[in-house]
């Protein structure tokens, strides 16, 4: 079609091989696998390749396409930083708090269930809503980057990509689980690995002069400039926001259990923790060029403005498929993630038996995944998107780390605490144009605040929702 780099035919033929290969790889594996073992830790015998893959193709999502690049166009060098060490982050936490976990708990099959034995029932269902609320928005915005993705490339109408996409994962995650979850994600990663290379060595070549920080610094000067506030509040927002809701990925936390031992466990997070952050990093410095070549650029489109700059149909093609094997990877780890939460705890259902919570799991992930396709065929803001999810997890992730140290922290102090990180948290979370936010613009004028709240909506938000909640914990 004219005006786009790939014809529409081309892109959905591709949209569906690749689709068609993962389902079918995932389905003829799983036969090999069965029981409810196998589909929540892989019967926790994975060892260092594939646990490693895994952990890395699971964190990689579409998001790395949109989001580093587009955070670096208005929050400059520290966004980049924030969003590289903040993806990290959790791999090597992880390394402490997984063992600490897979000891006291080594049955266990989640974080949420963990939570469960150290805390009232009804504590645990609010954790649980949030996290499956959490990773239901985490979904949406993976399948509306890749729907609008696709329909930036050629047109494609986005509820088509987003049929796809959901169709062909659901066929194989609710058949074989997180076993066959982890084996895609071995065939996933070297597709992300060997075509970000291609991507990278392609932008080198088309832009050698242009890829400095004395190029960025000559045209955007702000983006590297210490003076530069967003350079601070932007880094130290994404770092949050990231570091938080990674922490309590239940696609992460199952992926701990299914470790073979505590010693491949310790060296997969490490060596996940030193994959991700230069390929994080990348993503984002390339939106940093990308915003230096032209100033006009479209933030969730920055990398690819840079990389297709010659309109080359053969990367378009690479764009395709990388973003497909980063979306997969991850819808996959996000529907096992969310049936594994449900499943866990039959007792949520009128304590059904652990096969009738794995059929309700199911039908109620078709459900959810019927909204899903709904709201990603709107093509909101995919950065929009994944900040929201974020948010919700900044809320409780002191509360309920500090409560596995602090024994006296009270039950009810704790609901307080999470309520008040969520009231705090979302009066200031910014509206989609990032110009008012609840309390401000709206409950309250523009003008009764400072010029920093008004222009650190975000910042203040994610620093609210995070630290408020302390408030709560020493009430009496």
Wanted: include cysteine.
């Amino acid at each position: 079609m004219e005006g786009y780099i790939l014809s529409k035919s081309a892109s959905i033929i591709s949209l569906i091989a690749v689709c068609l290969f993962f389902a079918t790889i995932g389905i003829y594996y799983s036969k090999k696998f069965s029981g409810i073992n196998n589909y929540l830790t892989a019967n926790r015998n994975i060892g260092f390749f594939s646990l490693t893959t895994s952990l890395v193709a699971s964190a990689l999502g579409a998001w790395i396409l949109f989001g580093p690049s587009s955070a670096a166009t208005w929050g400059g060098i520290g966004a980049v930083i924030g969003y590289a060490l903040g993806t990290a982050f959790p791999m090597f936490f992880l390394i402490f708090l997984g063992k600490k976990i897979r000891n006291e708990n080594k049955n266990g099959s989640s974080l949420v269930e963990f939570i469960k034995k150290k805390f009232q029932k009804n504590f645990f269902k609010f954790i649980l809503l949030l996290t499956i609320f959490y990773l239901f928005i985490f979904l949406c915005a993976e399948v509306t980057a890749i729907s609008i993705l696709l329909n930036y490339l050629s047109g494609i109408d986005l509820w088509i990509t987003a049929l796809c996409i959901l169709f062909f994962t659901l066929i194989y995650t609710l058949y074989g689980g997180l076993r066959v979850s982890i084996f895609t994600d071995n065939f996933q990663l070297i597709f992300i690995i060997i075509f970000l290379l291609i991507a990278f060595v392609s932008i080198i070549l088309n832009n050698n002069e242009n890829l400095g920080l004395d190029f960025v610094r000559t045209n955007n000067k702000h983006l590297l400039s210490p003076s530069y506030l967003n350079n601070y509040t932007a880094g130290l927002t994404f770092f949050i926001a990231v570091a938080a809701t990674n922490l309590f990925h239940q696609g992460n936390w199952q992926r701990v259990y299914a470790a073979k031992n505590n010693k491949i466990l310790h060296k997969s997070l490490i060596v996940s923790g030193l994959i991700i952050i230069p390929i994080v990093f990348s993503m984002g410095y390339a939106g940093l060029i990308s915003k230096s070549l032209n100033a006009d650029v479209s933030p969730d489109l920055s990398f690819f403005s840079l990389l297709l700059i010659n309109q080359n149909q053969f990367l378009a093609f690479l764009v395709i498929v990388l973003g497909l094997s980063l979306t997969i990877s991850t819808v996959d780890t996000l529907i096992n993630a969310i049936s594994s939460s449900i499943i866990i705890d039959g007792k949520f259902f009128h304590k059904l038996k652990v096969s009738k919570s794995l059929n309700y799991s199911k039908y109620l992930i078709i459900i959810m995944s019927l909204v899903v396709f709904f709201i990603s065929s709107r093509g909101y803001s995919v950065l929009y998107l994944f900040l929201l999810a974020d948010l919700l997890c900044c809320c409780f992730v002191l509360t309920v780390f500090y409560s596995f140290y602090n024994k006296s922290l009270k039950l009810k102090n704790m609901y307080i605490s999470v309520i008040i990180g969520l009231l705090f948290g979302i009066l200031f979370f910014p509206s989609m144009d990032f110009s008012k936010s609840i309390l401000v613009g709206i409950l309250l004028p523009i003008e009764a605040f400072p010029e920093f709240i008004v222009n650190s909506l975000l910042f203040i938000s994610f620093i609210l929702a995070t630290v408020t909640p302390m408030l709560a914990w020493k009430l009496k």
